[in-house]
């Protein structure tokens, strides 16, 4: 049933969860436009908002079989997560990947979540 107030609700693009932005959206005219809750758009999660504001990114595998391409990079709505969140630091991952990090989510193949994985351990148990 739709009515003129809605709670707000955004899918956080690292986890893919949805959640409760505690925003109350109001139809301006009053029409019954608004779902109970409405999916507005994408946003971190707190959890991973915490993370972001410490200046991790978060890798996010996915399937590139099962993703879709848009002009070489995935879109959230778009992207088939494995499942596999990596979490690096902002610095770490320009290393990496020779580029400035500037969205707080990276879609990345199979394989690279393995690979960082390794590197850190490496880092640990070095001292
Ligand atoms: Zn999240």
């Known amino acids: 049933m739709k ?17 409760d932005t505690g925003t109350i959206l109001l139809d301006k005219r009053l029409r019954n436009t608004l779902e109970r809750k409405t999916v507005t758009g994408w946003d971190l999660c707190p959890e991973h908002a915490k ?6 990114i ?3 595998e996915c399937d590139p079989e ?4 848009t002009g070489g990079t995935i879109k959230p709505e778009d992207a088939y997560r494995t ?3 990596a979490h690096i630091r902002k610095a770490v991952a320009k290393r990496i990947f020779n ?14 979540v393995d ?4 590197m850190q351990e490496g880092e640990t148990s070095g001292d």
């Open 115 to 118: 690979m960082l994985e390794k």
């Open 83 to 85: 499942g596999r969140i």
């Open 66 to 69: 099962k993703s879709k391409f």
């Open 58 to 60: 978060a890798l996010v």
């Open 3 to 19: 009515s003129h107030v809605g709670m707000e609700q955004k899918v956080c693009p690292v986890c893919g969860q949805t959640f």
């Open 99 to 112: 580029v400035e990090m500037t969205s707080p989510v990276a879609f990345v193949e199979p394989g690279v």
């Open 51 to 56: 993370l972001w504001e410490k200046g991790y």
